[in-house]
């Protein structure tokens, strides 16, 4: 599975993003996918969880405020992210789940935050 990330970029405070994360590739029996973010100096978080489902689950910190969702025809998973604060600033990376336990990380798009 290869997981291609893009949405990334610099944005005020209070401003809107939306990331992308199409998944190619041996893409059957993907369990869940998710978006993760780690700041400098800091360890690597969960930020939202979408399972095959459609079941959805978020850090604290985001509730209220992105949404994942997928678009299972374009193997896409989306992470739409309002009012952003500058310590939402992070790199956001895409993760996957198989059935069977592989697990994949597609590469990290940048999030700035600031004024």
């Known amino acids: 599975v290869q997981l291609q990330a893009s949405g990334g970029g610099l944005v005020q405070p209070w401003g809107s993003l939306r990331l992308s994360c199409t998944a190619s590739g041996s893409i059957f029996n993907i369990l869940y996918m998710a978006w993760y973010r780690q700041a400098p100096g800091e360890q690597r978080e969960l930020v939202a969880r979408?399972?095959?489902?459609?079941?959805?689950n978020y850090a604290d910190s985001v509730k209220g405020r992105f949404t994942i969702s997928r678009d299972n025809d374009k193997n896409t998973v989306y992470l739409r992210m309002n009012s952003l604060k500058p310590e939402d600033t992070a790199v956001y990376f895409c993760?996957?789940?198989?059935?069977?336990?592989?697990?994949?990380w597609g590469q990290g798009t940048q999030v700035t935050v600031s004024s």
């Open positions: 979408i399972t095959r489902g459609g079941s959805t």
């Open positions: 993760y996957a789940v198989k059935l069977s336990g592989p697990t994949y």
